[in-house]
C-alpha cells in the first residue's frame, strides 16, 4: 500500500536543478501527488528548493532521502552520470523510483538497478515522458491498428544549437556528456517504440576535443525489413520532427516531437487527420502523465510501467552501447 491517508501518493525529488524544478512545478498541479522531501548534495540548495515549492523536509544528502519511510517514491533527476548510484541507493533502501533519461550510463548499469528493483519488489521505471504522452500513445495505436499498414521507415531528430563551452555538463565525459545520451535517446526510444530492438546498427559520429559526440547519425535496421534514421546534435538547431511511413500512409509529428501539441495521419487514398490535445490533456510538455502512470502502478500495486517497460528501457541503451561502441565515446570508469 501506498499514498498517506488521504489516498495522496508521497514524492521526494532527489537533485535540485532545471528538470526536477519542471518537475515540481508539473507534479503540484496533480491532486493526488504530495511533494514531501527533496535532496542535494548541498543542505543550501534543498532548502531554497524546498522553499520554493512548500516542501516540508530537505535534506542535504542522497542517503537521508532513501532512508525516509514517508517517501512512497523518488524522481530521481540528477545528470545521467549519477543515475545508477542515486537511483541505486534508493532501491537498495526499499524505495519506489522513476529515474530520468538516459537512464544509466550503458546497458551494464542498467541491468544492476532492475536487478536491485526486481530483487526487493520495488517499482521501477524510466522517466520517458514520451512514452506517456497521449498524443504518441494515439499514434502507436493508429500504428498498432494497421492505420498506415506496415511500417517501413521512422525518421526522427533532436539538436540544439549550442555552442556549449567545454565546462558545459553536455561536454564533460564524467557527465555522461555528449549529443546521444542526452538527445539521441528520444529519436532512438521514439523508433523502438514502434519496431521494438533493431537487429543491426551503423552509426557515424563527430566527436570534441574531450572525445563526447557533438552531432551523431544512426541507421538502425529490421529483420522486417524497416529502417529508422535517427539524428543527435549539440551544434545545430535540428526540426525536431518525426515521421513515421508505413505502407499505406504516414504519420507526422511536428517539433518538438517528444511531447506534441497535434499529429496527422495521412492515408492513401483518404484525406488528412489531424489529433490534438484536449483541454484534459494540459499542455503539450507537462511530466503529469508521466507521474500519473507512476501512481496509478504504484496503486495497483505493479513493480513496473507497461507503458514504460524495462525491457523496452534495457533495449534502448543496448542499442546506445553498439552506437557508442562505433563512434568510438566512453566515459570514465566504463
Known amino acids: 500500500m501506498v499514498g498517506s491517508g488521504d489516498g495522496r501518493v508521497r514524492w521526494g525529488i532527489l537533485a535540485t536543478g532545471g528538470i526536477a524544478a519542471k518537475f515540481a512545478g508539473d507534479l503540484v498541479d ?6 514531501v522531501a527533496v535532496a542535494s548534495r548541498s543542505e543550501e540548495s534543498a532548502r531554497e528548493f524546498a522553499d520554493r515549492f512548500g516542501i516540508p523536509r530537505a535534506y542535504g544528502d542522497w542517503g537521508a532521502l532513501a532512508r525516509d519511510e514517508d517517501v512512497d517514491v523518488v524522481y530521481v533527476a540528477t545528470p545521467h552520470a549519477a543515475h545508477r548510484a542515486a537511483a541505486g541507493l534508493c532501491l537498495e533502501a526499499g524505495r519506489n523510483v522513476l529515474c530520468e ?7 551494464r548499469e542498467a541491468e544492476e538497478l532492475v536487478a536491485l528493483a526486481k530483487g526487493r519488489g520495488s517499482f521501477l521505471m524510466e522517466g520517458m515522458w514520451t512514452y506517456c504522452h497521449p498524443l504518441v500513445r494515439k499514434l502507436k495505436a493508429l500504428v498498432d491498428d494497421g492505420a498506415i499498414g506496415e511500417v517501413r521507415t521512422v525518421q526522427a531528430d533532436f539538436g540544439l544549437e549550442g555552442p556549449f563551452p567545454p565546462a558545459h555538463r553536455l561536454r564533460d565525459p564524467a557527465q555522461g556528456g555528449g549529443a546521444l545520451l542526452d538527445l539521441g535517446v528520444y529519436p532512438i526510444s521514439f523508433a523502438q517504440l514502434l519496431l521494438g530492438e533493431p537487429s543491426d546498427v551503423v552509426a557515424r559520429a563527430v566527436l570534441s576535443k574531450e572525445s563526447i559526440d557533438l552531432q551523431t547519425g544512426a541507421l538502425l535496421s529490421w529483420e522486417s525489413g524497416a529502417l529508422a534514421s535517427v539524428h543527435c546534435s549539440l551544434t545545430g538547431g535540428t526540426p525536431t520532427t518525426a515521421t513515421v511511413t508505413g505502407t499505406r500512409g504516414r504519420i507526422d509529428v511536428p517539433s518538438a516531437f517528444f511531447c506534441p501539441d497535434h499529429i496527422t495521419l495521412h492515408r492513401t487514398g483518404h484525406p488528412s487527420e ?21 501512481m496509478r502502478a504504484l496503486r ?9 517497460p524495462l ?5 534502448v541503451m543496448r542499442t546506445m552501447d553498439r552506437i557508442r561502441e562505433q563512434i568510438g565515446v566512453s566515459y570514465p570508469g566504463e
Open 30 to 35: 496533480l491532486p493526488d501527488a504530495e511533494l
Open 101 to 107: 533519461k538516459a537512464f544509466t550510463l550503458n546497458v
Open 274 to 294: 489531424r489529433f490534438d490535445l484536449t483541454p484534459q490533456d494540459g499542455p503539450a510538455n507537462t511530466f503529469r502523465h508521466e507521474a500519473t502512470e507512476v
Open 300 to 308: 495497483a500495486g505493479e513493480t513496473e510501467s507497461a507503458l514504460v
Open 311 to 315: 525491457e523496452g528501457t534495457l533495449a
